[in-house]
């Protein structure tokens, strides 16, 4: 049975969360956080490198899709296109359903970890050659987030 991809976050947050705060009262916080983002980073890396098998591709094309059809799914993500080329997909996200799913949890400080970085690890097992560049993020109080990806 696959879920959709937000339910997988709104799943996994209770836990992860309380692991990090555990091992924080253990080890420090910044310690644990830095645990925490390396086992999110692999998971990410290998995340990008089966979304490109099951797109059966890993270029801005394919991107586009895993955007639309898998972290947008079930109205996850609220996407305006700004840009789409062959080597440049821009687009902006007014309405977060992660962030919310956070905030409801009472998880919010480690959205950006759970979610927000793991955009850029992504990429290390997708495609290398595509980058990111974000400035702005719901989850960190903007109005928006603006995603930026350019193939090399």
Known sequence: MKI?????????????????????NKMGYDKAVDIAKEVIREDAILSGKTLAEEYSGN????????????????DALEIK??????KELFFDVSYCGY?????KLG??????????IR???FLEGFNSRITLKRTKTIMEGSDYCDFRYVEE
């Open 99 to 103: 962030a919310e799913i956070y905030e």
């Open 119 to 121: 955009d850029f690890y």
């Open 81 to 86: 296109m700004v840009k789409e080329t062959e």
């Open 59 to 74: 270029s801005i094309a394919e991107l586009s899709k895993i955007a639309k059809e898998v972290w947008a799914k079930d």
């Open 107 to 116: 998880v919010k400080e480690f959205g950006c970890i759970f979610s927000c």
């Open 4 to 24: 959709t991809h937000l339910k997988r976050r709104e799943v996994q947050a209770p836990l992860v969360s309380s692991l990090i705060r555990a091992f924080a």
